[in-house]
């Protein structure tokens, strides 16, 4: 071999020594930061000459998992976090603000009129407990529609984040295609591209397709594209105020709906899923067992014409604005927030409202009273039968899962059993799903992460080859001048 031969052999190990060890202390740089994938290092022989190639590790199928269990933990999560703030209408049982207890409490309060039906006290004590009882709903129907606007609200947002992600996302594939057409070191944006793709998992299902020359398409887990070439628009128009009944608007991708009823391709996973599932979901039930409760009441409380029973009942204590008969089941939609107690039996409200008309009928006009004689201050007919309607199994609507024929205080137990067992098995679920995401991620992580400890040992391995080639040239040098000298 000759000098010069030798010579450039040896400065070429040098560069290549120099190009790996910078790459190791960027590794070493890079190891605090979640989003950085080690860099590899790769020897190339090109023209007798070795030359340095920067690689990156990653591994597509653990990435893909990750995608996927980090969508599906944010569905959950989403979904317990409206569960969570729907069954604080629900409270203890065991204490008087939950609607199982307003019931017994109003139970209890008509039971002990019934024993002494010229009590005042007593009536006023049933008076109060039915207006805490209406007061319950009232409440109970604003905070569901607070949670359905809230998460309205976070729908909005996280629609916003997804556009803002796509957009960050285009830059970087972009960075990285044409980085890699003109053989650039690209794998910091690579980096930042897989970062951006995590971040969007979050929010939505997220499929990941590889193309030519380092460009990726991203499609929804439903098949929607989300990037080919360029970031698709996701639409979605906010509703500011919400009312029962009220219907909130669907999320649109390229002009695809990808939510509600009308979705041909509905999403699957992620924040976004979970607060639709709270939306138009979870809580729309919730306020149809709170509806169906309402209308049984006021079934349970309603007054019956005493001479014609071809005339309809109509409402009694519990009324609502512009009633004209008793609701049928399926209850109207709202109906828990309008209940209230007529002003007829609480002479506090009305000029013309009485106690006795609690104990008497006659709400509706003489021809509703039960009382034949109304200076008989012990009448309790009515008060007991009341009782006994409190305690009857009636009907109510099957679809809602709490039993066809249950009394209403069953009924409003099974509604408080249901939405605490709704926020049960999702945090189950949840609890699942990040376990599933610690273990990808640790997989994924221990496929593309630095180890600090590694990076150091192959540092002083190329310290030491650096040293050699270094002496090899000094060497050669040295040859040189000898020969030079032996010459000259």
Same mark, same amino acid.
């Given at each position: ?7 450039n052999?040896?400065? #070429? @190990? /040098?560069?290549?020594?120099? =190009?790996?060890?910078?790459? *190791?202390?960027?590794?070493?740089? &890079?190891?605090?930061?979640? $989003? ?12 007798g ?44 049982t ?40 209406? #007061? @319950? /709903?009232?409440?109970?129907? =604003?905070?569901?529609?607070? *949670?359905?606007?809230?998460?309205? &609200?976070?729908?909005?947002? $996280? ?24 053989g ?46 360029t ?29 509600g ?118 009448f ?27 009394s ?11 939405v ?54 000094s ?14």
């Amino acid at each position: 071999m000759s000098l010069s031969v030798a010579y450039n052999t040896a400065r #070429s @190990s /040098l560069l290549a020594s120099q =190009s790996q060890m910078a790459t *190791v202390s960027r590794n070493i740089t &890079g190891a605090s930061d979640p $989003s950085y994938s080690r860099k590899i290092a790769t020897l190339v022989t090109q023209g007798g000459a070795a030359r340095v190639v920067t690689l990156r590790a990653s591994d597509a199928a653990l990435l893909s998992k990750m995608l996927e269990t980090t969508s599906d933990a944010a569905t959950q999560k989403a979904l317990l976090e409206g569960l969570e703030k729907l069954s604080q209408t629900v409270g203890d049982t065991e204490l008087d603000e939950s609607l199982a207890a307003r019931i017994g409490a109003l139970d209890g309060a008509l039971k002990q009129y019934a024993n002494a039906p010229d009590n005042s006290q007593y009536a006023r004590a049933f008076v109060t407990a039915a207006t805490n009882m209406a #007061s @319950s /709903l009232n409440q109970a129907t =604003s905070a569901v529609q607070a *949670v359905r606007l809230e998460a309205d &609200g976070k729908i909005g947002d $996280s629609v916003a984040r997804i556009n803002d992600l796509l957009a960050k996302f285009e830059k970087a594939n972009q960075q990285v295609v044409s980085g890699s057409a003109l053989g650039a070191d690209v794998t910091d944006a690579m980096d930042t591209r897989d970062s951006l793709i995590a971040q969007l998992s979050e929010e939505i299902g997220v499929t990941v397709v590889p193309r030519a020359g380092n460009d990726i398409a991203l499609y929804t887990d439903s098949g929607v594209p989300l990037f080919d070439k360029t970031a698709r628009q996701v639409k979605f128009d906010q509703t500011n105020v919400y009312a029962p009944g009220t219907v909130g608007k669907a999320v649109s991708i390229d002009g695809i709906q990808v939510t509600g009823p009308g979705a041909l391709m509905p999403l699957n996973s992620g924040n976004l899923v979970g607060l639709v599932a709270v939306r138009d979901d979870v809580a729309v039930t919730y306020q149809r067992q709170l509806d169906e409760l309402a209308r049984g009441l006021i079934e349970a409380f309603a007054e019956k014409h005493q001479t014609d029973a071809s005339q309809p009942d109509l409402p009694g204590v519990f009324t609502f604005p512009g009633a004209s008969g008793v609701p049928a089941s399926p209850a109207t939609t709202g109906l828990a927030g309008l209940i209230r107690v007529t002003d007829e039996i609480d002479p506090a409200k009305s000029a013309t409202g009485t106690f006795a008309n609690i104990r008497d009928g006659g709400i509706n006009g003489a021809a509703y009273r039960y009382n034949p004689d109304p200076d008989n201050a012990a009448f309790s007919g009515r008060l007991y039968a009341l009782v006994g309607e409190m305690s009857k199994e009636r009907t109510f609507d099957k679809t809602l899962g709490l039993g066809e024929t249950v009394s209403l205080r069953e009924f409003a137990q099974g509604s408080a059993s249901w939405v605490e067992s709704s926020r049960q098995s999702a945090d189950q679920s949840l609890d699942y799903r990040n376990t599933l995401l610690g273990h990808a991620s640790e997989a994924l992580s221990n496929a593309t992460d630095v180890n600090e400890d590694d990076e150091t040992a192959l540092m002083l391995q190329l310290e030491k080859s650096y040293s050699a080639s270094a002496k090899l040239i000094s060497v050669i040098d040295q040859m040189i001048k000898t020969l030079l000298n032996a010459v000259g």
